[in-house]
């Protein structure tokens, strides 16, 4: 079951903010996501679709629709490295190999040792402090490949921790 009592308890309070139940159901998404490791599962999209009376693929296309949403399992940490205008024309790109190095994970993949999933996202509206990444909801900013490197290396240690 992905949806604990507590989750249920919260989704039962949610909805009485809506005219529709189904109206809760992107922040449910999110709910669910967070308490369930960071991604959703088709267990949790089955769970969901009970609880909000809607059909396993109507939630699965809107959780597929938002990038904010993950369908498949992704490391202990996740890094979110901007890819738009003004991060690429101060190296986001030369970032992102190099992102990628360090965590030993593919764009858009998770690294051997299930540390770390690395996935290319649009502007973060950091645009004045590019190029930046976000690493378990916590931005960083003004990044060069040291930086980043001992940004990337604390959140490894910390893991282990
Ligand atoms: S372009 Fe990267 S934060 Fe705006």
């Not at 039962?12 to 449910?28: F, M, N, Q, S, W």
């Not at 939630?59 to 738009?84: D, E, I, Q, W």
């Not at 990444?133 to 980043?148: I, N, P, Q, R, T």
Request: glycine share 8%; aromatic share 8%.
């Amino acid at each position: 079951m992905a949806l604990s009592p507590k989750l249920v308890r919260e989704f039962d309070e949610l909805v009485t903010h809506y005219p529709e139940k189904r109206a809760g159901l992107i922040p449910a998404l999110h709910r669910c996501q967070e308490e369930n490791g960071g991604w959703l599962s088709p267990e949790a999209i089955e769970d969901l679709a009970a609880y909000f009376e809607l059909e396993p693929v109507e939630v699965f296309g809107v959780a597929s629709f938002y990038p904010m949403f993950r369908m498949t399992p992704r490391g202990k940490h996740l890094v979110s490295v901007c890819h738009n205008i003004s991060c690429t024309l101060r190296g986001a790109e030369e970032l992102l190999s190099h992102v990628c190095k360090v965590t030993g994970a593919p764009v858009g993949g998770t690294s051997s040792d299930g540390e770390f999933t690395v996935v290319r996202v649009e502007c973060q509206g950091a645009c004045a402090n590019a190029p930046m990444f976000d690493l378990d909801g916590v931005y960083h900013e003004d990044l060069d490949a040291a930086k980043a490197e001992q940004i990337l290396r604390r959140a490894r240690e910390g893991a282990k921790a």
